[in-house]
């Protein structure tokens, strides 16, 4: 007896992933408005891999989807080799991802101490992220009881990505950590998100300083008007080439494909387990 692909219910399943966190075909809209179309990414284990594209090309939509923040209209999602596509936000939060957004995402009117507490999800390890957090960036140990609103902007920023630290993750998402940051700043969060790299974690990073994400990652997917423009190694590109190339330049008519920019809605500095849009962060 002959058999097909069609006979076999197996054939027609799609393979497991073999990546920390991948992203297959994934299409994803606001309403009727679509942001992101067919997009696929995979991003590997202990690596960093970064997301680059002019403002609006979908790439704070991806990491929202990639959270379990919204749903993909089609398309599939795999976290260490399962098929979480419809599993919510906090579920995907207990498989080890962690989303740190943009816009400095922490509790302004809480201490230092109760932010960080918040972060610490039931399942980790008592006591040990809260450690950790603290031997990453000394800095926190010294303003725990301070109102975490009347920090500067950078240290706003570092007890944001403090996050990555007691929420025990094995995939970090991060959506423009050096925005609006001095410098000295920059260099410090960078220090800790590769030693983080060097314990395993794997990063997704959408990062404004182009030099500074090519220099990181192993990989780069450039999206625009919510496709792939290009994937592939980081050392086939320079930042003169990006921001010419792709960043600067309109890569498709875009058709039928709107900009996050127009159609996402404002969220709140959420970590899928603690925070709420209630919480909104004002930019300073």
């Not at 410090?188 to 220099?215: K, T």
């Amino acid at each position: 007896m002959i058999t097909t692909g069609l006979d076999d219910p197996k054939a027609s399943a799609p393979a497991p992933a073999t990546g920390a966190l991948e992203l297959r075909d994934i299409t994803a809209a606001y309403g009727r408005t679509t942001v992101l179309r067919d997009v696929s990414v995979s991003v590997g284990r202990g690596v960093v891999q970064a997301l680059l594209g002019p403002n609006g090309a979908g790439k704070t939509t991806l990491l929202r989807t990639a959270a379990g923040l919204m749903r993909p209209s089609s398309g599939s999602i795999w976290l260490g080799g399962e098929d979480v596509t419809k599993q919510p936000a906090f579920e995907r939060a207990h498989g080890g991802v962690c989303l740190v957004p943009e816009g400095r995402g922490i509790f302004r009117r809480l201490s230092v101490r109760d932010n960080l507490t918040l972060q610490i999800p039931p399942w980790a390890p008592r006591g040990t992220g809260m450690d950790r957090a603290l031997e990453a960036f000394p800095i926190l140990k010294q303003r725990l009881g301070q109102i975490a609103g009347t920090m500067s902007g950078g240290e706003q920023q570092i007890l944001a990505v403090a996050r990555c630290y007691v929420s025990s993750p094995s995939v970090v998402l991060l959506d423009e950590v050096s925005m609006g940051l001095a410098p000295r700043i920059v260099d410090q969060i960078f220090e800790s998100l590769m030693r983080l790299v060097s314990e395993g974690i794997s990063i997704l990073l959408v990062e404004q300083y182009v030099n500074r994400a090519l220099e990181m990652a192993s990989t780069v997917y450039l999206l625009n008007r919510g496709e792939i423009a290009f994937s592939g190694p980081a050392s086939d590109l320079d930042e003169a080439t990006v921001m010419r190339g792709y960043l600067g330049a309109d890569l498709g008519s875009g058709e039928g494909v709107a900009t996050e920019a127009s159609a996402e809605p404002m969220v709140g500095p959420a970590h899928p387990n603690t925070a709420s849009g209630h919480d909104k962060v004002a930019p300073e």
